[in-house]
Nanobody
Framework: VQLQASGGGLAQAGGSLRLSCAASGRTLSSRHMAWFRQAPGKEREFVAA????????YYADSLKGRFTISRDNAKNTVYLQMNSLKPEDTALYYCAASASSIISTIRRISSYDRWGQGTQVTVSS
């Protein structure tokens, strides 16, 4: 499966952006999906994940309430709606498809074996 992330750009603090991650090659419906982000000079960190059924979503504690992950398995696409953006949300955002079906490890980078190319989100103050 190949992943293509899009939707990043420049936003003002308090604004919103919606990221999309489209898959090609194979269906995403059998995989948990996630978004991670990496700011300059920092390690890649977990943002949000959604179970393959779409029934459960998981978030980094610091982002809960502002970001929403969703998926449309019919369109083979995963979304990340980002509201009330802050300058500290500035990062390169990556979507990822899991290699594991285990929910307890859904926040771990090591659970994912397919990565998109990243889409840049820049939030100005």
């Amino acid at each position: 499966v190949q992943l293509q992330a899009s939707g990043g750009g420049l936003a003002q603090a308090g604004g919103s952006l919606r990221l999309s991650c489209a898959a090609s090659g194979r269906t995403l419906s059998s995989r948990h999906m996630a978004w991670f982000r990496q700011a300059p000079g920092k390690e890649r960190e977990f943002v949000a994940a959604i179970a393959r059924s779409g029934g459960s979503a998981y978030y980094a504690d610091s982002l809960k309430g502002r970001f929403t992950i969703s998926r449309d398995n019919a369109k083979n696409t995963v979304y990340l709606q980002m509201n009330s953006l802050k300058p500290e949300d500035t990062a390169l955002y990556y979507c990822a498809a899991s290699a594991s079906s285990i929910i307890s490890t859904i926040r771990r980078i090591s659970s994912y074996d397919r990565w998109g190319q990243g889409t840049q989100v820049t939030v100005s103050s």
